[in-house]
Nanobody, 121 residues
Framework: QVQLVESGGGLVQPGGSLRLSCAASGSIFIRAMGWYRQAPGKQRELVAGITTGGTENYADSVKGRFTISRDNAKNTVYLQMSSLNPADTAVYYC????????????????WGQGTQVTVSS
């Protein structure tokens, strides 16, 4: 079982910044990690993702404001969020696309339990 441990959420004022962290436990090979978010009554959406090779993708709504990065050696992904606005308020979920071994073609995914980000004055 893979555990994803998230941290960094909280309450921030509009225009402020937060950095989310997500560390994947266990000896696994991470192919990609990313962040999704879900506001109450809304569908879960992809915010940002990054492959082990460093390829990044972002939702249009956060492009230019959020930056995703990773530390492959630590199986950790970060989301630096700047210029936050109330529309960013949601539960943010870490996601990992992984294989049990570096040579394995088998693909699995895991989800964190979510960390609340609230943007409000």
């Amino acid at each position: 079982q893979v555990q994803l441990v998230e941290s960094g959420g909280g309450l921030v004022q509009p225009g402020g910044s937060l950095r989310l962290s997500c560390a994947a436990s266990g000896s696994i090979f991470i192919r990609a990690m990313g962040w999704y978010r879900q506001a109450p009554g809304k569908q879960r959406e992809l915010v940002a993702g990054i492959t082990t090779g460093g390829t990044e993708n972002y939702a249009d709504s956060v492009k230019g404001r959020f930056t995703i990065s990773r530390d492959n050696a630590k199986n950790t992904v970060y989301l630096q969020m700047s210029s936050l606005n109330p529309a960013d308020t949601a539960v943010y979920y870490c996601h990992a696309d992984y294989s049990p071994f570096t040579w394995s073609a088998r693909r699995y995914d895991a989800w964190g339990q979510g960390t609340q980000v609230t943007v409000s004055s």
